[in-house]
């Protein structure tokens, strides 16, 4: 079985994120495998060690940068990496992005196809089902629990007041939860593999698409800004006897910050 | 707050991806794992044993040896290794070090083709553990006058003697052992449970606590005649495994250092007083600016240094320069951090005053500061002043 792996270059989740002119700066900022893309990884990993032909991929769209991001995520025990680069990964929507992935996922071939919940980045929650859309596979989001018999695959997840169970036919998306596995550390050896192992770049043209079908010409939502949130004042300490203190407690909360 | 390492002069901008991306992994798992749990383990006095299996798994044991399920990585992958081991403690960074340095290595390099294969693959998974004992206890500097010796016999040989502050000794499955035969000094295989052979725990330390420290004890203690290592004849032989040693300490020290610098700057900029944080205040300025200049300039010699060694260039004074500076800094370097961090530096919720503590014997072992001095006069001015 070909297993896929989509994979995500997100922003550590403890980079110091600063905005300048309405765009993210990315100087000085590491960049690393989406967390929740792991436990799709690891998920995957653990089907090939259970036995059977199998065969791990890692597949990625990003920029020439995202290489890094992708080897790292094959660091892990995958067989073989796939970027599609493309300066315009950044202006792409959920749309886009799923639309590339989609296309270079008929390219390379797919047995099954995981992915996490979400980036960690933009929150979108989109890109995994979208991808099921495209490809007209069945998909289940939010997985916490994953079985693999028989050519069928067997999932949980949480739903309000319970767990539901879904079964379905391979080839299908598993879009996946924390809490699906414990995902591992690289080996040293298999860090040392990775320059060893098949690692390809596509361009769009690879994956029979044009520029005019990615980035802000592709997309349908346009991100127009960036901003930080807003500082929070300090804090102020109020000094003096207790009565006084506490009653210029009252005030303040009152008056200046308006919440009694 | 979480730890931020200092790099002054971008000098990840000089290693390659896997080393970066192998130092990130070893830093993940001593965080998520190793930090938590690390000053209760030196308040008992207790080694977390399940370093052993959790660094086996990763591939980092024997990790810049060659094949026998070694991964192979470059000499600066292991050093950045013992760098992310010794910031948690210099007690990890120990245990690997006789793992990969002082017992894998000789067995790789001077062990037979039967040797290499029963023992290296189960030793890079951690489930054989080494010891190395070359230090005797009245032989620490001056290994030449070891009074350990083994004796040829019809089927093997007989070891009689004792072996000194030898780390992992009592959780040791096989000790490499350096005793004369007919007054030439030979490497040894001795096997856990060898009549004869017993490895005490040495206790009551105030350094290295969350480490194994042992005597080796031989009493007419036999061996098999295929236990001896065939190519290790001389005192070069252990002084080469002690230079692949002391090569990782020089990066491991470098952790130590770095946790040390970042734990006081962080207090320094969050403890208020005279009504401003006292980084605010020359003093401690000075202390900060020392400490960031020194962690550079050990960063600087290990990265060069990894970099001669990776090219098969580096020289056993290279090695002791870096050793020699690097603890001798990182020792000045924790105790500076122990002083900013004022009384609240005496208790385990700061590590500057663990690492001084461990640091004392990095300090003595694997030659002592002295020792390294006088090699480094030896090389430099021709003339020997150690004897």
Redesign the interface.
């Known amino acids: 079985m070909k297993i896929v792996c989509l994979v995500k270059e997100v922003p550590d989740s403890e980079a110091k994120i600063t905005v300048e002119n309405g765009k993210i700066k990315e100087t000085g900022v590491k960049f690393i495998v989406n967390p929740y893309d792991e436990y799709g990884i690891e998920e995957a990993l653990k089907i090939k060690e259970a036995g059977g032909e199998h065969q791990v991929f890692i597949l990625t769209f990003g920029t020439e940068r995202a290489k890094k991001v992708m080897e790292s995520a094959m660091a892990l025990g995958a067989d073989e990496g796939f970027l599609v680069a493309d300066g315009s990964a950044p202006d792409c929507d959920s749309h886009t992005t799923a639309k590339v992935l989609a296309a270079a996922l008929n390219k390379i071939g797919f047995d099954m196809i995981f992915c996490g919940k979400q980036a960690i980045d933009d929150d979108s929650s989109q890109v995994g089902v979208r991808v099921a859309e495209m490809l007209s596979l069945g998909h289940a989001s939010v997985v916490n629990k994953f079985e693999l018999t028989d050519g069928k695959v067997k999932v949980e997840r949480q739903i309000q007041g319970g767990q539901e169970v879904i079964e379905m036919p391979v080839p299908c998306v598993i879009t996946c939860q924390k809490g699906l596995n414990d995902p591992r550390y690289p080996s040293l050896k298999n860090i040392m593999a990775v320059k060893k192992k098949p690692r390809t770049v596509f361009t769009l043209d690879d994956i029979g698409l044009s520029a005019d079908d990615v980035g802000v010409n592709g997309s349908f939502v346009e991100v127009t800004k960036f901003e930080p949130p807003l500082e929070k004042a300090p804090g102020r300490v109020i000094e003096g006897e207790p009565e006084d203190t506490a009653k210029e407690l009252i005030r303040s909360l009152r008056e200046e910050a308006k919440v009694i | 707050m979480?730890f931020k390492a200092i790099d002054y002069y971008n000098i990840d901008e000089l290693l390659g991806?896997?080393e970066l991306?192998?130092r990130d992994?070893v830093r993940?798992?001593m965080e998520d794992k190793y930090q938590p749990a690390i000053a209760k383990h030196f308040n008992d006095g207790t080694c977390p044993l399940e370093i052993a299996k959790d660094l086996g798994?990763?591939?980092?044991f024997g990790?810049n040896l060659e094949g026998y399920g070694c991964?192979?990585?470059s000499d600066t992958?292991y050093g950045l290794?013992n760098q992310e081991l010794e910031r948690v403690d210099s007690a990890l960074r120990s245990f690997s070090s006789v793992q990969t340095s002082l017992s894998m290595y000789p067995i790789h390099r001077w062990g037979s083709g039967e040797q290499k294969e029963r023992y290296l693959p189960g030793m890079a998974k951690g489930e054989i553990i080494g010891c190395f004992g070359l230090t005797e206890p009245d032989h620490g500097s001056d290994p030449s006058g070891m009074k350990t010796t083994a004796q040829k016999t019809d089927s093997g040989y007989i070891i009689n003697g004792s072996k000194m502050w030898i780390t992992n000794g009592t959780i040791a499955d096989i000790a490499v052992v350096w005793a004369k035969l007919d007054g030439e000094i030979r490497g040894f295989l001795v096997e856990k449970g060898t009549d004869g052979y017993t490895a005490p725990e040495i206790k009551n330390k105030f350094s290295l606590r969350a480490s194994v420290t042992s005597e080796l004890s031989f009493l007419d203690c036999e061996i098999p005649k295929e236990n001896i290592l065939p190519d290790a004849v001389g005192l070069k032989a252990p002084l080469s495994c002690l230079t692949q040693a002391r090569y990782g300490i020089a990066w491991g020290v470098i952790g130590a250092a770095m946790a040390c610098f970042d734990e006081a700057l962080q207090y320094a900029q969050e403890r208020i007083q005279f009504g401003k944080p006292i980084a605010a205040f020359q003093l401690q300025q000075e202390k900060f600016a020392y400490m960031a200049t020194e962690i550079t300039k050990m960063q600087l010699l290990c990265l060069r240094l990894g970099q001669l060694k990776d090219a098969g260039k580096a020289t056993h004074t290279q090695v002791s320069m870096a050793k020699r500076n690097n603890v001798a800094e990182a020792l000045k370097i924790a105790g500076m951090a122990r002083g900013i961090l004022g009384a609240a530096g005496i208790v385990d919720e700061y590590s500057a005053m663990r690492h001084a503590c461990n640091l004392e014997s990095v300090y003595t072992y694997e030659g002592t500061h002295d020792i390294h001095t006088l090699i480094l006069g030896h090389d430099i001015t021709g003339f020997k002043a150690y004897r």
């Open positions: 979480a991806d896997s991306l192998i992994t993940s798992l798994e990763l591939n980092a990790v991964a192979g990585s992958a290794i």
